[in-house]
């Protein structure tokens, strides 16, 4: 094999090994015991306290009329690195709706909680 064939096959060769374990990235501890039931995740970052009131507001009264069924939600804290790097999470606050370890929808950024509700609304169903 000739310097720039070996060079060509070598660098060839990594590059399938790199693209290999971008593929295989595996989903973080949270999403894989997760159930294949709708979930919502809330990425908070301490200093956004104040952005985040009104998605606190929503989320609290959407799971006051869903009383009796459990919604199932949990605050990511942005210090989550796994979590928030296998989703791509760059807004904080940032609502995701999972089903199972699928993203239905994401809600990011500053707004107001009837907004953050109606959001919610189409993606949980209380009876």
């Known amino acids: 094999m000739s310097g720039k064939t070996a060079s060509l096959a070598t660098m060839l060769y990594a590059a399938l090994i790199w693209l290999a374990g971008c593929s295989s990235q595996t989903a973080p501890a949270m999403l894989t015991n997760m159930e294949d039931e709708t979930s919502v995740l809330l990425f908070s970052k301490e200093e956004n306290l104040y952005e985040e009131k009104p998605y606190y507001q929503a989320l609290l009264h959407l799971n006051k009329q869903c009383e009796n069924e459990a919604m199932n939600m949990k605050i990511v804290s942005a210090n989550n690195n796994d979590l928030v790097q296998y989703l791509g ?12 370890k699928n993203m239905l929808s994401v809600y ?3 707004a107001e909680s009837a907004n953050i509700e109606t959001f919610l609304k189409k993606h949980i169903r209380c009876e």
């Open 89 to 100: 999470v760059k807004t904080f606050p940032s609502l995701y709706v999972m089903e199972g």
């Open 108 to 110: 990011e950024g500053k």
